[in-house]
């Protein structure tokens, strides 16, 4: 077991959940307590997929005497008022109290979801966060994050709330279907562009071994990317500035994943790539490092461009006007329509959109003064490219 601590974060990284309770001793300042000495009850809350693939091991090293647990459907779905109120009316029905804990165990979704359950019950009681999926991993379950969906509106209803601990087992990934494996390489990529080029050259270096789950690459990954996040949430807890390079690629990307159906990592590596060619537009990075950028792109089997099947996004589109369009204007409405979605991106201020785009290898930097015609030429140039 590793730690990775700073003045806001306490993250742990191990490879299996054995060493649960020493961690969470050493973070309360004791010597080989068991959950049991810190917490008067203790409510996992998890996703049906992880509770089959992954919750008995965790519960075995907990040695707890009894934990009660709220199993929810896996999928975004969950993260919304009804769950959120069902979870609610069960903590106060085992009586859950200021000094019980939740313990998220899942993907992102649980994350967020659990987080944001313990920031509101009795105005806060400690949560402890064991990611699941590569993405919460690396990003989700770090930082302090939590939040729900009002509707489509992803995330409105939420808080800052940092976890008292963070407990990474990288053997978790094991169970993950590929799919997510993936998705999540997007994020893991990300870092690599926006703090460590030397990361870069690791990932293409090792793709074949990551993408077979290799233990020691996992471990490193991992851990390479949960310290770039603890460093930079330490900076900027509250996304008042550095955060907001986090959300490289995510600006463009949120666009292309609301209209077009397709997972948040495809998205955000379509988003990434049109950051890059906005970026050589700008004239503010070389063709070569962009070069880089498709190659360990195309290593990873993520997408660059993404197709405009129109009857993908109208389901998810309730706006008459749009729906009543003729054939042909489709492809403009949907290029403007990623516009719309980016300007209303709530990390957006003064009604400028916010654009992460790198500037240096291994560095980018926020830019708020593109033109929307640059930003609508390059959604162009990315679609069915
Ligand atoms: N709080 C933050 O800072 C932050 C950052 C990024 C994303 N998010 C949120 O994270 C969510 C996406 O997270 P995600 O990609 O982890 O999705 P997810 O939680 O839906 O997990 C993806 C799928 O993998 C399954 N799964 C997870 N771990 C598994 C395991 N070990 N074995 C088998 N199956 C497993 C889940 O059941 C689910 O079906 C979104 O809601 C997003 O808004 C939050």
Do not use: W
Request: aromatic content about 10%; glycine content about 6%.
């Amino acid at each position: 077991m590793e730690k990775i601590t700073n003045s806001v974060c306490n993250v742990v990284i191990d490879k299996s959940y054995r060493n649960f309770n020493e961690a969470l001793s050493i973070f309360h300042n004791k010597i080989n307590y068991n959950i049991n000495d810190i917490y008067d009850e203790i409510l996992i809350i998890s996703d049906q997929n992880v509770y089959n693939n992954v919750v008995d091991e965790l519960v075995e090293s907990i040695k707890a005497k009894f934990i009660y647990e709220y199993i929810v459907m896996p999928g975004e779905n969950s993260k919304c008022l009804d769950v959120y109120e069902q979870i609610m009316n069960y903590c106060v029905k085992i009586n859950l109290s200021r000094k019980s804990v939740i313990i998220a165990v899942g993907g992102g979704v649980v994350g967020d979801l659990a987080g944001y359950i313990a920031s509101t019950y009795m105005r806060g009681i400690d949560v402890i966060q064991v990611p699941t999926s590569l993405l919460a991993q690396v990003d989700s379950s770090i930082g302090g994050k939590t939040g729900i969906n009002l509707g489509k509106v992803k995330n409105i209803i939420g808080s800052f709330y940092q976890p008292k601990l963070t407990y990474i087992n990288v053997d978790a990934l094991k169970s993950l279907p590929q799919n997510e494996f993936i998705s999540g390489m997007a994020e893991v990529i990300k870092y690599s562009i926006i703090y460590d080029y030397e990361f870069l050259d690791y990932l293409i270096e090792n793709s074949e071994a990551i993408l077979n789950r290799d233990n020691e690459c996992l471990y490193y990954i991992v851990k390479k990317c949960a310290s770039i996040k603890v460093e930079v949430v330490e900076k900027d807890e509250k996304e008042g500035g550095l955060r907001k390079i986090l959300n490289f690629g995510h600006t463009f990307g949120h666009g292309v994943e609301k209209l077009c159906n397709i997972s948040h990592g495809d998205a955000v590596n379509i988003g990434m790539n049109m950051a890059f060619k906005l970026a050589l537009d700008e004239k503010l990075i070389l063709n070569d490092y962009y070069e880089k950028f498709i190659k360990v792109s195309n290593l990873f089997n993520l997408p660059l461009n993404f197709k405009s099947d129109t009857n993908d996004y109208y389901e998810d589109f309730d706006n008459d006007s749009f729906k009543e369009c003729s054939l042909d204007k489709d492809e403009d409405i949907l290029i403007n329509e990623i516009l719309n979605i980016m300007k209303s991106d709530k990390k957006n201020s003064f009604g400028k959109i916010n654009l992460v785009l790198p500037v240096k290898l291994g560095e980018v930097k926020i830019i708020d003064n593109i033109e929307e015609e640059k930003i609508l030429h390059i959604i162009r140039k990315c679609k069915n490219a």
